[in-house]
T-cell receptor
């Protein structure tokens, strides 16, 4: 199946600094990518929908100035957590939609990035 | 309003027996339903899906049943294996919308 990678897989940063997380579709072109956040014992919460070449669409309650999303190419989307605080510590997961999946428009998930803000 | 509900947060099953994970939804516009499996500190991996026009889809040990009138779907795993221990999420979507996930059910398969 299609492969989506994320980098880094784990990052620790100090409060007030910014962190960039990359999401790449390795063997297909993804016009749409999604960013999710998972809190402990909770479901995956959609943060934003990222379309190549246009601004991301953020879900209600997600600060667009804090979570900057750039979908610069058909295989790369980045999430930058700006001025990180300990409450931003979480597991961030991206997914990419393969528009050529044929029939079922599947989303393929990356392995996730664990962010710890100290 | 939670569009996808997994009311059982956890389930324990003995190895070799059947695991049944349930999911209810409220959005009648969903075209597809998918089940994902997730290990700790990893991204979800796709397991099996079903179109809203079908009532059953089978793939090896995994079978998903859809009851549209009841807005209910279930994932059957038989026989259950210790490696199946993970959190299982059901999700639905329609058109070009993102997936809407349930909160997940933690399955423990006991050897």
């Amino acid at each position: 199946g299609a492969v989506v990678s994320q980098h880094p897989s784990w990052v620790i940063c100090k409060s007030g600094t910014s962190v960039k997380i990359e999401c790449r579709s390795l063997d297909f072109q993804a016009t749409t990518m999604f960013w999710y956040r998972q809190f402990p014992k909770q479901s995956l919460m959609l943060m934003a929908t990222s379309n190549e070449g246009s601004k991301a669409t953020y879900e209600q309650g997600v600060e667009k100035d804090k979570f900057l999303i750039n979908h610069a190419s058909l295989t790369l989307s980045t999430l930058t957590v700006t001025s990180a605080h300990p409450e931003d510590s979480s597991f961030y997961i991206c997914s990419a939609r393969d528009p050529w999946a044929g029939g079922l428009d599947e989303q393929y998930f990356g392995p996730g990035t664990r962010l710890t803000v100290t | 309003d939670q569009q996808v509900k997994q009311n059982s947060p956890s389930l324990s099953v003995q190895e070799g027996r059947i695991s049944i994970l349930n999911c209810d939804y409220t959005n009648s516009m969903f075209d597809y339903f998918l089940w994902y499996k997730k290990y700790p500190a990893e991204g979800p991996t796709f397991l099996i899906s079903i179109s809203s026009i079908k009532d059953k889809n089978e793939d090896g040990r995994f079978t998903v049943f859809l009851n549209k009138s009841a807005k209910h779907l279930s994932l059957h795993i038989v026989p259950s294996q210790p490696g199946d221990s993970a959190v299982y999420f059901c999700a639905g979507y329609s058109g070009n919308t993102p997936l809407v996930f349930g909160k997940g059910t933690r399955l423990s398969v006991i050897a």
